[in-house]
């Protein structure tokens, strides 16, 4: 008993310090710090840059997606639990011989979660943020992670049985209400979907038709309030939609399915 107060008083100091810096989660966040960092010294440089309100997961090294511990890295988009709806409805959707492409990968957390329920995928990812395409490097296999403008870094002829997508589609007047942790501290490029919010969405799907095998999906992130536009974009396309949404995940998906013919 005597052993663990020491413990118990410093998570109890380090927790009153994060609730003061604003951390909703101060006992949560307390003890991933005290587990990440033994050493007082090197923990309390990060325990700095927590009460300076850098992201929890950038400050540790990592997030917790999808039952994975995924690389994370500052100035990258962290992944949201959301996300893990495009997850699920690409492993449902891959076939025999599956690939994949996380498309604007960010940490590569979508495709990282892809593998490793569907050890055979074929899992691509492309990012225009060379912070990006580092950090996604330590989550995928690296010769498959490339630096461009959505579609343009591919091999000539690669198509996918899946695209994933989870593009910005903040508008970009909101950005300014979004968190600080998100819009003070992930690159603005991961974050800003122009003035409706539909920009990059409209990029991708314009040209994801070229990248599908037939019957192929492009499965997009969006919001529920912009999932009618996106899906109208995949409709306009050639492609057949639906729209699913995860009320637990707080998620929602526009599903493009490609014609097999």
């Given amino acids: ?24 989660f101060a006992e949560d966040e307390a003890s991933l710090l005290l587990a990440e960092e033994p050493d007082a010294s090197a923990r309390e440089a990060l325990v700095v840059r927590r009460e300076a309100g850098e992201p929890l997961e950038t ?19 962290v992944p949201r639990r959301r996300s893990e709806l495009l997850v699920r409805l690409a492993v449902e959707a891959l076939g025999p011989t599956p690939r994949v492409l996380d498309l604007g990968c960010g940490t590569g957390a979508l495709g990282a979660a892809v593998a490793a329920r569907v050890p055979d995928a074929e899992v691509w990812a492309v990012d225009v943020d060379p912070a990006a395409v580092a950090c996604a490097r330590r989550n995928l296999v690296p010769e498959r992670v490339l630096l461009g403008d959505l579609f343009d870094p591919l091999p000539a002829g690669l198509c996918f049985d899946v695209v994933m997508a989870n593009a910005p589609y903040v508008p970009t007047a909101a950005i300014a209400l979004m968190p600080p942790e998100a819009r003070d501290h992930e690159h603005r490029v991961a974050l800003d979907g122009g003035q ?13 038709r070229d990248r599908l095998s037939p019957g192929g999906r492009l499965l997009v992130e969006t919001s529920r309030e912009q999932a009618a536009a996106t899906a109208a974009l995949m409709e ?5 939609v639906t729209v699913v949404t995860d009320d637990e995940l707080d998620g929602t998906t526009a599903v493009g399915r490609a014609r097999n013919s």
């Fill in 1 to 24: 008993m005597g052993a663990s107060l020491p413990m118990t008083t410093e998570l109890l100091t380090l927790a009153t310090r994060l609730r003061a810096a604003g951390c909703v």
């Fill in 59 to 77: 400050v540790l090294g990592w997030a917790a997606f999808a039952g994975l511990r995924v690389a994370c890295a500052p100035g990258v988009f």
């Fill in 196 to 208: 409706d919010g539909l920009d990059v969405q409209r990029r991708i799907v314009t040209t994801a």
């Fill in 236 to 240: 306009a396309a050639g492609l057949e």
